[in-house]
């Protein structure tokens, strides 16, 4: 049972990028998945959330407009398009998930409420540099 989160690499400024979470030995289906992320000498913040039940989307002010969540519940993925990516951007990021397909909508996609997501990816490095 676990998440694989993937995609990160080094990009330039303004330009894109799409991070996979896989889901391996459980089905993402009726749960939430979010995207957090730590940015160097930053505290993990949440970014984005998915509920994979109704592909209700939500997001931080700091990425909202340029990131897109979505999910394929058959493929067991949730994907996150980077868009207008800038240094501050810059970070490792996480996906997680909870089987509770509400958390998204009651805002748990947060470093605060860390503890109520049972299952977590390894980890992806994004570098946005020229």
């Known amino acids: 049972v676990q998440l694989q989160a993937s995609g990160g690499g080094l990009v330039q400024p303004g330009h894109s990028l799409r991070l996979s979470c896989v889901a391996s030995?459980?089905?993402?289906?009726?749960?939430?998945v979010a995207w957090f992320r730590r940015a160097p000498g930053k505290e993990r913040e949440g970014i984005s959330c998915?509920?994979?039940?109704?592909?209700?989307?939500y997001y931080a002010d700091s990425v909202k407009g340029r990131f897109t969540i979505s999910r394929d519940n058959a493929k067991n993925t949730v994907w996150l398009q980077m868009n207008s990516l800038g240094s501050e951007d810059t970070a490792v990021y996480y996906c997680?998930?909870?089987?509770?397909?509400?958390?998204?909508?009651?805002?748990?996609?947060?470093?605060?409420?860390?503890?109520?997501?049972?299952?977590w990816g390894q980890g992806t490095l994004v570098t946005v540099s020229s």
């Open positions: 030995g459980f089905s993402l289906e009726f749960y939430a």
């Open positions: 998915i509920n994979t039940v109704d592909g209700s989307a």
């Open positions: 997680a998930a909870a089987p509770y397909h509400t958390y998204c909508a009651a805002s748990y996609y947060n470093e605060t409420y860390s503890v109520l997501w049972d299952y």
